[in-house]
């Protein structure tokens, strides 16, 4: 199981929002290369990067922060927001991320299907869930009453390898992850499941691990690093205890 240091970008910044709200945000650091090399020398093996402007208008905003950060680079680095078509996709792929994720076009089953044929495992799609909703467009909106079992059944179907779990009502709170809806979903589908949400504690990443779940590929962790609740090395040397 992979510990995930996220990067999320506001007006070149690095932030944390709180329950997917963009008028409760934390900033960290104004040079998302240092926190890229941060979690580096601590150890990642994966970066999620998000583009919290680009998710919230529909275009990528911070395309300048993402080339920084993959110029310092020398892990694989996941982006996400704004991506709504394939040439954005193909752009942000051409200039060093490994893997991409889509939200908001996840319901637009031939650009999905395209993007696959196309870039297959480097195609990841973000199920953002608020009260049994899946959000879009920067998680302000539900389109569709959908539940993420069945949808993960489409998403496979159609040649998905990987899914993002997030509780948007524990991002950002450090309240602990949704086991419950990780268990379910990770029983429910042969994908590769990264959970986000919620992390406050080395014990919370033992409820995930304890699943026992084969395809819970990873735990993407935000605020509980920048608030030094513990460490990246912390993190990770603790789930890789939990392996032997």
């Not at 409820?207 to 090395?233: H, M, P, T, W």
Request: with cysteine; aromatic share 6%; net charge positive.
């Amino acid at each position: 199981m992979l510990v995930i240091p996220a990067i999320d970008l506001k007006e070149g910044k690095v932030v944390r929002l709180t329950k997917g709200a963009f008028d409760r945000e934390t900033v960290y650091s104004a040079s998302p290369a240092d926190v890229m090399q941060k979690w580096q020398k601590e150890g990642a093996k994966l970066v999620h990067v998000v583009d919290l402007d680009g998710a919230l208008e529909g275009a990528r905003k911070n395309l300048g922060s993402l080339k920084n950060i993959l110029k310092v680079a020398q892990v694989p680095v996941q982006f996400g927001g704004g991506l709504r078509t394939f040439e954005a996709v193909r752009e942000v792929l051409d200039a060093g991320v490994w893997r991409v994720v889509l939200g908001t076009k996840a319901f637009d089953t031939e650009l999905i299907k395209k993007l696959v044929q196309v870039f297959k495992e480097r195609i990841a799609i973000s199920i953002d869930m608020r009260e049994g909703i899946i959000q879009t467009h920067g998680w302000k909106k539900g389109k569709t009453s959908k539940k993420p079992e069945p949808f993960c059944k489409e998403l496979e179907q159609i040649g998905v390898h990987t899914v993002i779990c997030t509780d948007i009502t524990r991002d950002g709170t450090l309240t602990g992850p949704n086991v419950e809806l990780l268990k379910t979903l990770v029983s429910k589908t042969q994908m590769k499941v990264i959970a986000s949400g919620g992390v406050s504690k080395l014990e919370d990443l033992k409820c995930l691990y304890d699943l026992g779940a084969k395809n819970l590929e990873g735990v993407v962790i935000g605020k509980a690093l920048y608030e030094q609740r513990f460490s990246l090395k912390e993190a990770i040397d603790f789930v890789q205890g939990l392996a032997t």
